[in-house]
């Protein structure tokens, strides 16, 4: 079969952007080139991989696992199911802490590493950190540093707990914030994402509230804490912000104009 045969095969069961994506992966073909040469000769190996990916995605695999890899901030991530898939709203943070220029930076929940990789890569003469429970996250996100050449101390813990005694000029944070019992977890790509890193508690802020507690111990003086959060939960984080000490509290909107992270900085 070629190419032309195989995308057209594959659009009776998926959009044809997502067809043209995963063979562009199978074959290691650039867009162009693909487009280029629609006759382009596809070995029978090459024909079983794309049509079992295409097979996944018509099931709802998302893309980025089929791919193995995720843009953000204009770099490449590998992700695997044992990571949250970065999105385009997390890069905010990365935003506010080039904005900030800290010298000590953490990144709590840092999943792939996308977003303590990005500041580092920004800013390389900050001290970045960054802290995971999951090892297999870890990995991830290690890789990706590596490919990256960034520096990054990686630590595995539940929040604050590997970091006894050490403050930050800027601590950021996309934690779990999707309520345990809301219908979007049983819809989309986050069917197939770790759900310890979506859902966050009955109303979505258990974690967001152990964060704003603790935060102040690990803040240098007039450090900043910012946390990603749901479309619907902003007057709810200031409040839990203001109710910690927190002062001259601010909030960001996303693109499509959602207040989608607040912060505030260390009284």
């Not at 794309?50 to 695999?61: D, K």
């Not at 539940?158 to 999707?178: K, Q, S, T």
């Not at 967001?208 to 619907?232: F, K, M, N, S, T």
């Not at 912000?241 to 909030?251: D, K």
Request: net charge negative; hydrophobic share 50%; proline share 6%.
């Amino acid at each position: 079969m070629n190419c032309s045969d195989l995308l057209t095969e594959a659009r009776a069961a998926i959009p044809p952007h997502e067809a043209r994506l995963l063979l562009r992966h199978v074959l290691g073909l650039a867009l162009a080139a693909l487009e280029a040469h629609p006759e382009r000769k596809v070995s029978p190996g090459e024909t079983a991989a794309f049509r079992a990916l295409a097979a996944r995605r018509a099931a709802g695999g998302p893309i980025a696992y089929l791919i193995g890899r995720r843009e953000f901030y204009d770099l490449d991530f590998q992700v695997t199911p044992e990571v949250l898939i970065p999105r385009e709203e997390t890069e905010l943070l990365v935003d506010i802490a080039l904005e900030a220029k800290a010298g000590r930076i953490l990144d709590l929940g840092t999943g792939s590493g996308c977003l303590a990789i990005a500041v580092a890569k920004q800013l390389p003469q900050a001290q970045v950190t960054a802290v995971d429970l999951s090892a297999a996250a870890l990995a991830v996100a290690r890789d990706n540093a590596a490919c990256h050449g960034v520096s990054v101390r990686f630590l595995q813990g539940d929040w604050f707990a590997p970091l006894a005694g050490e403050r930050f000029d800027l601590i950021l944070a996309n934690p779990p914030y999707v309520a345990e019992a809301d219908p979007h977890l049983a819809q989309g790509d986050v069917r197939f994402e770790p759900r310890a890193a979506l859902a966050g508690g009955p109303d979505g802020l258990d974690d967001i509230r152990r964060i704003v507690a603790q935060a102040p111990a690990h803040l240098a003086p007039d450090g900043r804490l910012w946390l990603e959060h749901g479309y619907d939960q902003a007057p709810a984080v200031a409040s839990l912000l203001a109710a910690a000490g927190f002062v001259a509290i601010e909030q960001r909107r996303d693109l499509a104009g959602i207040l989608r992270v607040s912060g505030g900085r260390r009284s």
